[in-house]
Nanobody, 114 residues
C-alpha cells in the first residue's frame, strides 16, 4: 500500500524557518492535489496549504505571507517552506495527496519555541 513519507520537521526558535517535504513511498501514476494539514494538541486538524495539479494554491489565513507551498510533479513531491515561524505554528504536520484516493502521511512534528 502506498504511503506518504514526510521529512523536515524539528525544533526551531520563533522567527526561524523549516522546510517540509513529502513524497510517496512507491511510484504513483498520477497525483492531483497535494498539501498539508496540521493538528495542535487539543485542537482540530486544519488545512494549512494545498496545491492542485494545475498549481492552484490555497493558504490558511494564519500562514499567508509566511508559508510557501510548491510541488515537483516529476518526483510527486510537495514542499512547504515555513518562514517567520511562531509558537502557534507548533503542531503535527500531515501531508495528503489525491491519487485520486486520499492518502496521508504519518506526520512530522514542528515545534516553535525559545
Amino acid at each position: 500500500q502506498v504511503q506518504l513519507v514526510e521529512s523536515g520537521g524539528g525544533l526551531v526558535q520563533p522567527g526561524g524557518s523549516l522546510r517540509l517535504s513529502c513524497a510517496p513511498s512507491t511510484s504513483i501514476f498520477s497525483i492531483s492535489a497535494m498539501g498539508w494539514y496540521r493538528q495542535a494538541p487539543g485542537k482540530e486538524r486544519e488545512l494549512v496549504a494545498g496545491i492542485s495539479s494545475g498549481e492552484d494554491i490555497y493558504y490558511a489565513h494564519s500562514v499567508k505571507g509566511r508559508f510557501t507551498i510548491s510541488r515537483d510533479n516529476a518526483k510527486n513531491t510537495v514542499y512547504l517552506q515555513m518562514n517567520s515561524l511562531k509558537p502557534e505554528d507548533t503542531a503535527l504536520y500531515y501531508c495528503y495527496a489525491h491519487t485520486p484516493s486520499l492518502i496521508w502521511g504519518q506526520g512530522t512534528q514542528v515545534t516553535v519555541s525559545s
